[in-house]
């Protein structure tokens, strides 16, 4: 079974551009999470995707959006790129159950964005 | 606010001796699942173990094994016997079970350096 894939694998960018990253979750899965990882802030949740709806919401300014396709892939675009940007973005996704059952999310190997 | 701290930031040990990641962890929430992941250095979250609060029972799982102690508030890691392809950054994850959805907490990491 194909795991969580991600594209493009790097990218760079300049600031001021925008940006969009894709995620193809494993087959079945019907949640799809991001999240960025930087040095100085860690990992950060952004956004959760469940039947083309967002179910949850980090705290990141609206320059950063998403969506779910009815295939369950998703995409987020990060608009008006800053340097702070730069960091790798990982996308996960899991089993959907019952609302408050926490199932396990299964990480790409991410998208490293870097913003010059 | 959930909370997730690793106190140790890198642990360096040689091959085959044992290694214990430490993961205090705050929720207001009485239920809540508690995740170790491991991030190589090709940048994949890999799924290790899951607990949820209900469930205190400590096991063993290969060379893996963990104590998870709600009255400290804890949930630590151990490598057995360690290799050097235990070499990674090992993330402590809380997932609370008020809300919907899977979003999940990490605390800062420890990076783990197993030495030949």
């Known amino acids: 079974k194909a795991g969580v894939t991600q594209t493009p694998r790097y990218l760079i960018k300049t600031r001021g551009q925008q940006v969009t990253l894709s995620c193809s979750p494993i087959?079945?899965?019907?949640?799809v999470s991001w999240y960025q990882q930087t040095p100085g802030q860690g990992l950060q949740f952004l956004f959760e995707y469940f039947s083309e709806t967002q179910r949850n919401k980090g705290n990141f300014p609206g320059r950063f959006s998403g969506r779910q396709f009815s295939n369950s892939r998703s995409e987020m675009n990060v608009s008006t790129l800053e340097l702070g940007d730069s960091a790798l973005y990982l996308c996960?996704?899991?089993?959907?159950?019952?609302?408050?059952?926490?199932?396990?999310?299964?990480f790409g190997a991410g998208t490293r964005l870097s913003v010059l | 606010a959930q909370k997730v701290t690793q106190a140790q930031t890198e642990i360096s040990v040689v091959e085959k001796e044992d290694v214990t990641l430490d993961c205090v962890y705050e929720?207001?929430?009485?239920?809540?699942?508690l995740f170790w992941y491991k991030q190589p250095p090709s940048g994949e979250l890999v799924f290790l173990i899951r607990?949820?609060?209900?469930?205190?029972q400590n096991e063993i799982s290969g060379r893996y094994s963990w104590n998870f102690q709600k009255s400290t508030s804890s949930f630590n890691f151990t490598i057995t016997a360690s290799q050097v392809v235990d070499s990674a950054v090992y993330f402590c994850?809380?997932?609370?079970?008020?809300?919907?959805?899977?979003?999940?907490?990490f605390g800062g990491g420890t990076r783990v350096l197993v030495k030949p």
């Open positions: 996960a996704s899991s089993l959907a159950g019952a609302t408050l059952a926490k199932n396990i999310q299964y």
């Open positions: 929720t207001r929430d009485t239920t809540y699942y």
């Open positions: 087959s079945g899965h019907r949640s």
């Open positions: 994850a809380l997932s609370e079970g008020r809300a919907a959805g899977n979003k999940l907490t």
């Open positions: 607990r949820n609060s209900f469930d205190e």
